[in-house]
């Protein structure tokens, strides 16, 4: 996606010092614009943040979706702590799902929330969850657990407690309640 040497040279004007010719183009692409537009927004924003408040902020965030993850019978793929990722979150899919698209489905029409879902040997096994950025954050986080906890059990149920808008056997978490502007991916 974004290469630091094809950047460089793509500055330069696509030369290379040691090439021969020096009016071939080594970038035919154009250049990823807003990637790059975003990229510096992010570091802008990390930047009036400070880094260190930025990695306690997920921290936090990360903590609060395992404790949450735990809360509602969902558990970790990676096993040890010290392994995990702190904005990525891989969950194992429960018992009684055998297929994970529909909670995915389910959960990314009501809530307009993106999971990711495990691939290779991981197929049909992990629900992968970013929480990061923008999104590093104990609402955001709140949702992912409603929304997770709701989807699956819409699955499982084929229920969904119409006067609350959680399934019917609830989480008790305190959660957000738009999905409006929410964006997770992982």
């Known amino acids: 996606m974004l290469d630091m040497k094809e950047l460089t040279e793509f500055w330069r004007g696509g030369l290379n010092d040691d090439d021969e010719d020096e009016d071939e183009r080594k970038c035919h692409h154009t ?28 921290e936090t965030t990360s903590k609060r979706l395992s404790d949450g993850l735990e809360k509602i019978d969902l558990q970790h793929f990676v096993k040890k702590s010290k392994h995990r990722l702190t904005g990525t ?13 529909k909670v995915l489905k389910y959960v990314k029409e009501k809530y ?7 691939f290779g040997p991981t197929k049909d096994k992990v629900i992968i969850v970013g929480i990061y950025g923008f999104n590093g954050n104990s609402e955001k986080v709140d949702l992912t657990l409603k929304a997770l906890k709701e989807g699956i059990d819409f699955v499982k149920t084929g229920k ?18 738009k999905a409006v502007d929410v964006f997770i991916t992982g």
């Open 160 to 177: 969904v407690d119409s006067g609350t808008g959680t399934s019917s056997t609830g989480n008790g978490l305190d959660t957000a309640s």
């Open 89 to 101: 979150i891989v969950i194992k899919v429960p018992e009684g799902i055998s297929n994970i698209t």
């Open 31 to 58: 250049l990823p614009v807003l990637q790059l537009y975003a990229l510096r927004e992010a570091l802008s924003i990390i930047a009036a943040e400070t880094l260190e408040k930025s990695w306690e902020r997920h």
């Open 112 to 118: 307009n929330l993106i999971f990711g879902k495990g």
